[in-house]
C-alpha cells in the first residue's frame, strides 16, 4: 500500500467524474473534477473531508488540512528500519527529523507534500535528492519538519513496512 492510498480511498468516492492523480505541483493531488460541472458542491464534500482544493485552469489542486495531514503522519508506527547502503543517508535523515514533535505548519506544508509524494512514488534516491537540501534550509530558516514525516520515511524503508501497526 502506498503512503498516500488512505487518502486517495478517502477522496475518489467524492468526486464522481475526471481522475484523481499525485499533483506534479504544489498539491498532493489533483482532479479535472472542475471539468465536469457541479465544482462548488464536490469541493464541499472534499472540504468536509478533511482537505482543500484550490481550483486554476480546469483542475483542482487537493491539500489535506492540518488535522488530516497530522493524523497520517502520526500514525505511522515505530519500527526498526534496516539500514542499507542504498538508504543509510536518507536513514539518517529520516531519524532526524523523527526526533522532533513539531506539527505541521503553513511553512512546512510544501516540504512535507512533496517528499510524500516521493514516498508514494517510491523514489527514494529521489526523496533524499530533495530533502537533504529542504531540511538544511528549513533548519537554516528556523523551522522544524514534522516528526511524523520523519517516522513514515523510516517505515517505508523498512522491513516493517507491510506490518500493521
Avoid at 488540512?65 to 497520517?72: I, K, P
Avoid at 536513514?91 to 522532533?100: D, F, W
Wanted: hydrophobic content about 40%; proline content about 8%; some cysteine.
Amino acid at each position: 500500500m502506498s503512503v498516500l492510498d488512505p487518502w486517495r480511498q478517502a477522496l475518489r468516492p467524492l468526486i464522481p467524474k475526471g481522475f484523481l492523480r499525485r499533483d506534479q505541483r504544489d498539491g498532493l493531488f489533483v482532479s479535472d473534477y472542475p471539468r465536469y460541472g457541479d465544482a462548488p458542491a464536490v469541493s464541499a464534500r472534499i472540504e468536509s473531508a478533511g482537505f482543500r482544493a484550490a481550483i486554476s485552469d480546469g483542475l483542482a489542486h487537493i491539500v489535506p488540512e492540518a488535522e488530516n495531514a497530522a493524523a497520517l503522519l502520526n500514525a505511522a508506527p515505530a519500527c526498526m528500519p534496516s539500514i542499507t547502503d542504498e538508504n543509510l543517508f536518507l536513514h539518517s535523515l529520516a531519524r532526524r527529523i523523527a526526533e522532533s514533535d513539531a506539527p505541521l505548519t503553513p511553512e512546512t506544508e510544501k516540504t512535507v507534500w512533496t517528499a510524500l509524494k516521493y514516498l508514494d512514488a517510491e523514489d527514494m534516491p529521489g526523496l533524499y535528492r530533495f530533502l537533504s537540501p529542504a531540511a538544511a534550509l528549513a533548519q537554516r530558516q528556523r523551522l522544524l519538519l514534522p516528526g511524523g514525516l520523519g517516522r513514515m520515511i523510516l517505515r517505508y524503508i523498512s522491513e516493517c513496512k507491510g506490518q500493521k501497526s
